[in-house]
């Protein structure tokens, strides 16, 4: 199969459902953005982003600023464009370091088993028994402000629930019996897990990232809301919301704008997973739930047999 027909197939697959459909356009809409943005910069935006102009501080949306200025006369629509890539990039980056430790470490619990099951899902819980926010803005406020410290406070406690979907997954797949045959043929490991696994856990997988990608940025915007990791003038939404707290009865479009963009965002990966998610099983759900939940369910997918 050759790109352009598994490019044909995967935009049938997401166009298929409608959730999955209108959650794809709108991370499209705002991707493309972002790479634009990296790629042109100020250019594209019609002020510097980072620029401070007291004089047009706090100036209501108009035809020169179309959403407003801040209360140091930084134009806003300028600052939320800047802010999608690092808000994006960051989350994605979250996602993909998370997912990779915990496809590592739950291969090794659920096909290994043993001793050294134990110790990894010991500490899994140990993880998950504290509150993934709280854990981060302790973490973020110890590596001081960084976008780097940040992603990196967040991915010290995002990786526990996909542990828990591949060891689940794992343990799954591993009671087949075409597993079962390759280990007493003595098949090496690699093709096992090439051939065997990982074609049968890496779609709950994806299904999994693509949804939490949507609360890695929630959370990560949240660490800027209260200032806690990010640095004081950079654009991101979540930094750019928390000035709701002073301005709220008086320049509400100033922190409402950053949050919808949150929101939106938000909804297009939550969507998207939730679309992919029933295209795999219509009795699957996945609705505002937890990340701890929504593995326990995604494990429930039926694997695939050769």
């Known amino acids: 199969m050759n790109f352009r027909d598994s490019a044909n197939k995967f935009f049938k697959v997401i166009f298929s459902n409608w959730l999955s459909g209108s959650g794809f356009i709108i991370i499209a809409i705002f991707s493309i953005i972002a790479i634009l943005y990296e790629l042109l910069g100020t250019r594209m935006v019609p002020y510097n982003p980072y620029e401070i102009n007291l ?116 343990l799954q797949v591993a ?17 096992i897990l090439f051939k065997g696994i990982l074609p049968n856990i890496i779609t709950p997988l994806l299904i999994y990232a693509t949804m939490d990608v949507g609360t890695a940025m929630l959370t990560l915007s949240t660490l800027g809301f209260l200032g806690i990791g990010i640095p004081i003038n950079t654009p991101e939404l979540g930094l750019m919301s928390s000035i709701l707290t002073t301005t709220f009865y008086t320049y509400p479009y100033e922190g409402l704008i950053p949050a919808a963009f949150i929101f939106l965002i938000v909804l297009g990966f939550s969507l998207t997973g939730e679309g992919l998610a029933e295209l795999i099983d219509p009795n699957i759900r996945v609705h505002i739930i937890s990340r701890k939940k929504r593995a326990e369910i995604l494990q429930k997918s039926k694997p695939t047999t050769e």
């Open 55 to 170: 004089l047009n501080a706090n100036l209501p949306p108009s035809s020169s600023h179309w959403f407003g200025t801040d209360e140091l006369g930084r134009d806003i629509f300028s600052r939320v464009i800047a802010a999608l890539p690092i808000d994006l990039g960051i989350s994605l980056f979250i996602v993909i370091a998370s997912s990779f430790i915990g496809l590592i470490l739950g291969i090794v619990a659920g096909y290994f088993r043993g001793p050294i099951e134990e110790v990894i899902m010991r500490l899994t819980d140990l993880f998950l028994a504290f509150p993934p926010i709280i854990m981060s803005m302790a973490i973020a406020a110890t590596l001081g402000p960084s976008l780097l410290n940040a992603a990196i406070s967040v991915i010290f406690v995002w990786w526990p629930p996909y542990v828990r979907l591949v060891r689940g997954n794992t």
């Open 175 to 191: 009671s087949q019996d075409f597993i079962t045959i390759s280990r007493v043929l003595n098949t090496p490991f690699r093709k």
